[in-house]
């Protein structure tokens, strides 16, 4: 199983990828924890990253590809991989298509989690975190029973700054201008499969497990291989015989 996770911020990509991990034990690959560790663990790709971001720099996707291509060698990869976070943009696209035609290890399918953007703005503005143990609430969908306070901890829960309204609005714009393309990529090769994301997780979950299935059980391409064409014998060059103790060509 090879699949692209799509979805906006906030669409719940990263609690499927979870949960597609511990049903069928392939590996989640976030380009984002595959930076961190590469940069952690001085690299040599990470250590390129690094010099890119300390200079205020996107990191290159020539870059993010070849962790990939790393992170794709372990052996709990070869059972298939979940991509989330990447890729962003049509040239990342194509880029990484051809590199895991490569490899022999082609996405199958793309699966997107659509989510309305007004639903969206109401799960990202109401996140609360708690300082203390980390916990998260939604003060629309699933509140404190105190006021900012945490039910587990008792500890204060924080309004993140990336969760305040403009700073969604520019996210989800973005991912309007970049991302969202990304699906008629994949529905131009047919690999598109679309999940309504406003559903209970689990709904969403049993939804994408269906997918899977029903693109496991499709047969592999087969790729017939054409014969080469009988090589000709090569004219022999007009000329004199050669003399004595030489070989032809000498």
Not at 44 to 51: C, D, S, V
Not at 165 to 190: K, V
């Given at each position: 199983?090879r699949?692209?996770?799509?979805?906006?911020?906030?669409?719940?990509?990263?609690?499927?990828?979870?949960?597609?991990?511990?049903k069928?034990g392939?590996?989640?690959i976030s380009t984002?924890?595959?930076?961190?560790?590469?940069?952690?663990?001085?690299?040599?790709?990470?250590?390129?990253?690094?010099?890119?971001?300390?200079?205020g720099?996107?990191?290159?996707?020539?870059?993010?590809?070849?962790?990939?291509?790393?992170r794709?060698s372990?052996?709990?990869?070869?059972?298939?991989?979940i991509l989330?976070?990447?890729p962003?943009?049509?040239?990342?696209?194509?880029?990484?298509?051809q590199?895991?035609?490569?490899l022999?290890m082609p996405v199958?399918?793309?699966?997107?989690?659509?989510?309305d953007f007004?639903?969206?703005?109401?799960?990202?503005t109401?996140r609360?975190?708690?300082?203390?143990?980390?916990?998260?609430?939604?003060?629309f969908?699933?509140?404190?029973?105190?006021?900012?306070?945490?039910d587990k901890?008792?500890?204060?829960?924080?309004?993140?700054?990336d969760?305040?309204?403009?700073?969604i609005?520019?996210?989800?714009?973005?991912?309007?201008?970049?991302?969202?393309?990304?699906?008629?990529?994949?529905r131009?090769?047919e690999?598109?499969?679309?999940?309504?994301?406003v559903?209970?997780?689990?709904?969403?979950?049993d939804?994408i497990?269906?997918?899977?299935?029903?693109?496991?059980?499709?047969?592999?391409?087969?790729?017939?291989?054409?014969p080469?064409p009988?090589?000709?014998?090569?004219?022999k060059?007009?000329?004199r015989?050669?003399?004595?103790?030489?070989?032809?060509?000498?």
């Amino acid at each position: 199983m090879r699949i692209v996770l799509l979805g906006a911020p906030g669409s719940g990509k990263g609690t499927q990828a979870k949960k597609l991990v511990e049903k069928y034990g392939i590996p989640q690959i976030s380009t984002g924890d595959l930076l961190r560790e590469a940069v952690a663990a001085r690299t040599p790709l990470g250590m390129r990253a690094k010099e890119a971001m300390e200079a205020g720099q996107l990191v290159t996707d020539e870059i993010v590809l070849g962790i990939i291509r790393e992170r794709l060698s372990a052996p709990d990869a070869g059972k298939g991989f979940i991509l989330d976070g990447f890729p962003r943009n049509i040239p990342q696209a194509e880029a990484l298509d051809q590199m895991l035609t490569g490899l022999g290890m082609p996405v199958q399918a793309a699966i997107l989690i659509d989510v309305d953007f007004d639903v969206l703005m109401q799960r990202l503005t109401g996140r609360r975190t708690c300082a203390s143990c980390g916990a998260v609430y939604n003060i629309f969908t699933h509140p404190p029973q105190l006021d900012e306070r945490c039910d587990k901890c008792g500890g204060e829960l924080r309004h993140r700054a990336d969760d305040r309204e403009e700073t969604i609005a520019n996210r989800l714009r973005g991912y309007t201008a970049q991302t969202a393309p990304l699906t008629e990529y994949f529905r131009r090769q047919e690999k598109l499969f679309t999940v309504d994301g406003v559903s209970d997780v689990e709904d969403v979950f049993d939804a994408i497990d269906s997918i899977v299935a029903a693109v496991e059980q499709e047969p592999a391409p087969v790729v017939e291989a054409k014969p080469k064409p009988e090589a000709k014998p090569e004219p022999k060059p007009a000329g004199r015989a050669p003399s004595a103790g030489m070989e032809p060509g000498e």
